[in-house]
């Protein structure tokens, strides 16, 4: 399970921790290839560029300033992933830019961060070839993208860091699971439930001889766990965010 941070002005889960649960669903093989395209594509020392997986990529090929043939597509310089997808798109490789899952604010869930699932889906196989170029043209690494879906999670605000990426044959995909907007509290001493959702820090009792409380006014903070609201009870109160 992913950890719960209870603190005095906080109580979250960690999205980071929630992406890799829910991407296990997937398959991480042919994902590890969709990375290392993406990581060739931002790098500003070499050109990328796109051929079938059979094509044999010659530097007479990809000479400075020099046009490549017809079936040889000329990746821009150091280009992100979502200015990719148009590119590959336009080719021929990609069904469209990338899909977006599902996306999990913070200040509606108890995320610590803002959480993204995005999908593209590559019509055909298709090679990608580094090419540096120095003294000489060096043709490096070859990268064989399957085709398939590829799902990639990622976390943050104004930034995003991507996490995880997995793989499956075939499309439409499924939002990953792992609710975030749900929280219990329970306290192992007295018993007593309560339940908050949407962010709140506002619970409500599962009894009606419970009382509900706001996280605001808790206190004693060990542990994951805070003391118990109800008067008169020296237990311990847990969390579970689902």
């Known amino acids: 399970m992913a950890t719960i941070t209870v603190a005095h002005h ?3 889960v960690s999205a980071r921790e929630t992406v890799t ?3 296990c669903r997937f398959d991480t093989g042919p994902a590890v290839h969709w990375r290392d395209l993406l990581y060739a594509l931002a790098r500003h020392d070499r050109a990328v560029y796109i051929t ?3 094509h044999v990529l010659r530097p007479g090929d990809v000479a400075p ?3 490549p043939p017809a079936d040889v597509l000329e990746m821009p310089w150091r280009v992100q992933s979502d ?3 148009p590119c590959l798109a336009q080719a021929g490789y990609l069904s469209g830019e990338s899909a977006l899952l599902r996306r999990d604010d913070a200040h509606n869930t108890y995320l610590d961060t803002g959480r993204f699932f995005e999908a593209v889906t590559v019509l055909k196989p298709f090679k990608a070839v580094s090419v540096a170029y120095g003294n000489g043209v060096v043709v490096g690494d070859e990268i ?3 085709a398939g879906t590829y799902i ?3 976390t943050g605000l104004v930034r995003r860091t991507v996490h995880r990426i997995g793989y499956m044959n075939e499309y439409p995909v499924d939002p990953p699971g792992f609710g975030v907007s749900r929280v219990r509290a329970e306290c192992g001493t007295c018993c007593g439930q309560w339940r908050a959702k949407d962010g709140s820090w506002w619970f409500r009792p ?3 001889r419970d009382t509900p409380w706001t996280y605001a006014d808790a206190y004693g903070h060990r542990g994951g766990t805070i003391a118990c609201p109800t008067p008169q009870c020296s237990g311990r109160v847990g969390f579970l965010i689902f």
């Open 10 to 12: 906080e109580l979250s």
């Open 83 to 85: 200015e990719a997808g």
């Open 152 to 154: 990639t999670g990622s």
């Open 21 to 23: 649960e829910a991407m």
């Open 144 to 146: 064989e993208i399957r």
């Open 52 to 54: 079938a997986p059979d």
């Open 206 to 208: 599962e009894r009606a």
């Open 65 to 67: 300033h020099a046009v």
